[in-house]
């Protein structure tokens, strides 16, 4: 675990025979991001951990891959708070490819929120109802908080 | 409702004036349109005709007197006010509001309200008193209010949203600068990478999160911010709305 600062971390593992930078905490303007560049190329990111990003936070993020045209760069694991700025801030994921986003479904039954990792493939087809019990109640039937093509808005 | 207008292709038309209440089903986008072009009112609903909102702000324009109205989305007694002084007690006063909306709040919900919040509290602190010679540099310069400068926020919870309102008493927000923020953040993107701060992302964020969003500006005295957030994003409505109080 590489610590930038106590409210954001990275660590590099293994995942599949791929090397993956975890982030973890919360992307603002006391984010130091260069030291990323020390784990090498390609560079991909799983945005599971990341809990918060701001504005000044964005800027940063945004400001940093635009610095590193050269490094092939994914996203995978992309929660909601990440999901929300590639939809608001395009050059976010400037030529970062995403490869996998988390949906937020509520449960019709008890409104309890589930997070539905959907990969690249099923963008497009990101389905209003899911057939899955809740975790909560155990009764089937989840729905997307939002709009299937609005939170995917971000497809290019 | 014989005076509401509604116009959404607003690409040819000239400047319209700011006390006009523009209705239908306006998106985000054709929103910042708008007020680029000057709308000071907008209500986004399939219910041209009759939307209660809508009515709301057209009544108040004509009669001239919206300095104390509430919309139905804005509690008169909000379940929990506070006050804010310093740059370093942000993160403690988000927390305690997430802890008191905890019942109220899926987990996508709670981020939304924090990242208003957190954007709503660093404007006012850094760019709410500049007036008065409050000018940080970078947001990781310490910023502390002397009493009585403040900063006062509001929030309440209901099954069905959050409301929250943020209130600076420098009053330095003015829709020209609301204006600037929209253009830069939905027109001129590459702005703000380049803007190392006050490029108007906080606002463009909550903009784009807030269901209701209302602004009170008073020059000199006092820069309010208030909204809505339903908890479920499926409603298409919206509305915005910017009082110049003199």
């Known amino acids: 675990m590489q610590p930038i600062n106590e409210k954001f971390k990275f660590e590099q593992s293994l995942r599949e025979n791929r090397k993956i930078v975890l982030l973890k905490g919360t992307i603002d303007e006391d984010t130091l991001l260069d030291g990323i560049l020390k784990l090498g190329s390609p560079l991909v990111f799983d945005f599971s951990g990341v809990t918060a990003i701001n504005s000044c936070g964005v800027r940063s993020w945004v400001n940093f891959i635009k610095s590193i045209p050269h490094i092939p760069i994914a996203y995978e694991h992309c929660p909601v708070v990440v999901v929300r700025q590639l939809n608001m801030v395009p050059s976010f994921n400037g030529h970062a490819k995403v490869e996998s986003i988390y949906a937020p479904y509520i449960c019709a039954n008890c409104d309890t929120e589930t997070q539905v990792l959907i990969p690249k493939e099923k963008f497009s087809e990101l389905a209003p109802k899911l057939p899955l019990k809740c975790q909560s109640c155990q009764k089937e039937g989840l729905e997307l908080d939002g709009h299937p093509k609005q939170y995917t808005a971000f497809i290019k | ?246």
Request: proline residues 6%.
């Open chain 2, 1 to 246: 409702m014989p005076s509401a207008q509604l116009k959404i292709k607003t690409e040819a038309q000239s400047f319209p004036p700011a006390q006009k209440v523009f209705i239908g089903p306006i998106t985000r986008i054709e929103s910042a349109r708008l007020i680029l072009q000057g709308a000071q009112h907008i209500h986004s609903t399939p219910n041209v005709m009759n939307d209660p909102l809508a009515l709301q702000t057209q009544n108040w324009i004509q009669s001239s007197n919206h300095s104390s109205r509430r919309y139905s989305w804005e509690p008169a007694f909000p379940q929990f006010a506070s006050t804010l002084r310093s740059s370093h007690r942000r993160k403690a006063a988000i927390e305690e509001i997430t802890e008191h909306l905890a019942p109220y709040t899926s987990s996508s919900l709670k981020e939304n309200i924090q990242l208003i919040f957190e954007e709503l509290f660093t404007n006012a602190l850094y760019h709410g008193y500049r007036k008065l010679g409050i000018c940080p540099e970078t947001r990781t310069d310490r910023v502390e209010l002397s009493s009585p400068l403040r900063i006062d926020f509001q929030y309440h919870g209901t099954p069905e949203g959050i409301y929250f309102s943020v209130t600076d008493h420098g009053g330095a927000l003015t829709f020209s600068d609301f204006q600037r923020s929209l253009n830069r953040c939905y027109f001129q993107k590459e702005m703000i990478e380049a803007k190392p701060t006050g490029a108007g992302l906080g606002l463009y964020f909550i903009f784009e999160t807030a269901t209701h969003l209302k602004i009170r500006s008073k020059a000199g005295k006092m820069t309010q911010v208030s909204g809505w957030v339903s908890k479920r994003h499926l409603s298409p409505d919206f509305s915005f709305n910017f009082f110049s109080l003199g």
